[in-house]
């Protein structure tokens, strides 16, 4: 193995080094972020949904000749009133449409990674649970039910088919809401603040929202390009880093989703007064849209990803403390980087600062045997 060169020699060319700092251009350095759920400022999502769907299915009455004989029973209409005997409990059909509008907030955890090159930064990576381990409030879904004419016995009450009746079914709320990049998104850095550079990408992503109905989930995948807004600051201790977004998600689907069979469901009377018919509902969603709008904010600390400090082997050509590597450095100090070369390029030692005396000194204490 050559022989690495003096350090007086070494010194000597550091001051040729020096001359050509005035030429030197930055190189990349990247970033891997960790959205912040500890320290201030923490990461958060709010928002708000609306959906309509259509059902069908069936109702009857909650009587059991075991286990409820006392329970309500579903029979065909008279106009008579006439109720055959136990245990006769007919199924009747029935359909109608719901509505539900809420609220959903999150508590968003996930990653991304910057990669900073001059004025450029470029943003990948971006992966995000916006609910994250956040209670949802349910909201109520309120429809409008028709049904074939029917009479109950226990109450003996009479429900002729007249008008569309409205029914609280249940609740809706988003269970869950996940962002996954596409592909690689960049544009120009603007200096703000201190050491802080802000900028604006759009960004394509995959958004996958899952809205329960009735304990039913129904997840939808749709891919949105997102306008993204963010700051990074790579001077702080540790580097910071802060994105916000706006995701609008409009989905359908008309897949049938049945929902848990039968739920109990109290009717009551037509004329307003006496005792309701207890009934057991068996729906299935037929089709359903949803709308989905929200906006996040996603700080996050972060760290330097990938080698931190080059090697004495600065131009990668396996020979280690050449004029070769000597040579390499300061060509890319003066901002000609060879394509083997220590992917930090001058910033040496990894600090975040290109072609800096540091970087210098500790290129010549590698060179040495010595640490970054």
């Not at 190189?27 to 959906?51: C, K, L, N």
């Not at 992966?127 to 109450?155: E, K, M, R, W």
């Not at 079914?169 to 996954?180: K, N, R």
């Not at 390029?345 to 970054?372: H, K, M, Y």
Request: aromatic share 6%; hydrophobic share 35%; net charge negative.
């Amino acid at each position: 193995m050559p022989t690495p060169r003096p350090l007086h020699a070494l010194a000597a060319l550091s001051l040729l080094a020096a001359a050509a700092l005035p030429g030197a251009t930055a190189h990349a350095q990247t970033y891997q972020f960790t959205i912040s759920r500890v320290a201030p400022p923490v990461s958060s999502m709010s928002g708000m949904f609306d959906g309509t769907a259509a059902f069908s299915g069936t109702l009857i009455g909650n009587y059991d000749q075991t286990t409820n004989p006392g329970g309500t029973r579903t029979l065909n209409f008279s106009i008579f009133g006439t109720r055959p005997p136990a245990p006769t409990n007919i199924s009747k059909t029935l359909g109608g449409s719901g509505t539900a509008t809420g609220n959903a907030a999150g508590l968003p955890t996930g990653q991304y990674v910057l990669d900073v090159n001059g004025g450029t930064v470029t943003l990948s990576a971006l992966t995000a649970d916006l609910i994250g381990a956040a209670t949802q409030t349910p909201a109520p879904v309120n429809a409008s039910v028709t049904y074939q004419s029917f009479l109950t016995a226990a109450p003996n009450n009479s429900y002729p088919f007249l008008t569309p009746v409205p029914v609280p079914l249940g609740e809706a709320s988003v269970t869950s809401m996940f962002v996954e990049q596409t592909a690689a998104a960049s544009g120009p850095l603007t200096p703000g603040t201190g050491s802080t550079s802000t900028f604006a990408l759009q960004v394509p992503v995959n958004v996958t929202t899952t809205v329960s109905f009735q304990g039913a989930p129904t997840t939808q995948t749709t891919p949105v390009t997102l306008a993204v807004t963010g700051s990074i600051d790579p001077a702080a201790a540790p580097p910071r880093a802060s994105l916000s977004l706006s995701i609008v998600q409009q989905s359908s689907s008309t897949t049938p989703q049945p929902q848990p069979p039968n739920l109990p469901f109290d009717l009551p009377p037509l004329t307003g007064t006496g005792d309701p018919a207890h009934l057991l509902l068996n729906l299935s969603v037929d089709s359903q849209t949803t709308n989905v709008t929200t906006t996040a904010t996603l700080p996050a600390t972060g760290v330097i990803a990938g080698p931190t400090c080059g090697t004495a082997d600065f131009d990668g050509d396996g020979d280690t403390g050449t004029d070769a590597d000597i040579e390499a450095f300061f060509a890319c100090l003066a901002g000609n980087c060879c394509a083997t070369c220590f992917p930090g390029g001058a910033d040496f030692n990894g600090d975040g600062d290109t072609g800096t005396d540091a970087d210098i000194e500790s290129f010549f204490r590698v060179l040495a045997g010595g640490p970054c």
